[in-house]
């Protein structure tokens, strides 16, 4: 059973276009939300992280939305640009241990 | 600084055949994670280690993975006897002792494994 839904699969932007990926999730326990993109070739590494005390977090182009109730969360890159292009995977962990539970990831392809 | 390394970067056997597979940590790091991927799925959790000490390998598939972590420095990943449903990149990460917050875990690159 996955635990963490994440859509779409793959996703192509124009050039300064707004990129959306979606998360959801079912373990209710879970209490951090990062959010890690990877390149070609290099591990994960941590993009943006949000708890569900807040509905949103911003940094630079990039935002968390986060609806607790609704038990989602997304990614919103603004302005998107062709260095944004990587595989980008949403996870969650809970309070009771350190395991990343991942999503399945997206495929994010900028084109000018 | 150095980030987390693993060795090797890729590696092709057969089935029946074992693979070690090694991971260096970031200096200092008393955490340290294993996952994996297979192709188009999640990257699922393995294990974690905190020093020398196995806190949590609920994420072991079965009895052919064994995994140390010598001295509380570099772990290894052995798969013995390796099956074709091993295949898949495994990644290792580490992060800082925990302080009762989450801790950012900086990821290695990852090691392909194929089995055929």
């Known amino acids: 059973q996955q635990q963490v839904k994440q859509s779409p699969q793959s996703l192509i932007v124009q050039k300064g276009g707004i990129s959306i990926i979606n998360c959801a999730y079912e373990?209710?326990?879970?209490?951090?939300f990062p959010w890690y993109q990877q390149f070609p070739g290099k591990g994960p590494a941590l993009l943006i992280a949000?708890?569900?005390?807040?509905s949103e977090k911003k940094e630079g182009r990039f935002t968390i939305s986060f609806n607790k109730s609704a038990k989602q969360f997304s990614l919103h890159i603004m302005d998107s640009q062709p260095g944004d292009s990587a595989t980008y995977f949403c996870?969650?962990?809970?309070?009771?241990?350190?395991?990343?539970?991942f999503g399945t990831g997206t495929r994010l392809t900028i084109i000018p | 600084e150095a980030g987390v390394t693993q060795f090797p970067s890729h590696s092709v056997i057969e089935k029946g055949q074992t693979v070690t597979l090694r991971c260096d940590p970031i200096?200092?790091?008393?955490?340290l994670y294993w996952y994996r991927r297979v192709m188009g799925k999640e990257i699922k959790f393995l294990l974690h280690?905190?020093?020398?000490?196995?806190?949590?390998e609920s994420g072991m598939p079965n009895n052919r993975f064994l995994a140390e972590r010598t001295g509380g420095t570099y772990s290894t990943l052995k798969v013995q006897p390796a099956e074709l449903e091993d295949s898949g990149v495994y990644f290792c990460?580490?992060?800082?002792?925990?302080?009762?917050?989450?801790?950012?875990?900086?990821f290695g690159p990852g090691t392909r494994l194929t089995v055929l």
């Open positions: 280690f905190v020093k020398e000490s196995k806190q949590d």
């Open positions: 990460a580490s992060s800082q002792a925990a302080s009762g917050v989450p801790n950012e875990q900086f």
């Open positions: 949000i708890r569900p005390d807040v």
């Open positions: 996870a969650a962990t809970s309070p009771f241990s350190d395991k990343l539970t």
């Open positions: 200096s200092g790091h008393d955490n």
């Open positions: 373990n209710t326990a879970f209490d951090y």
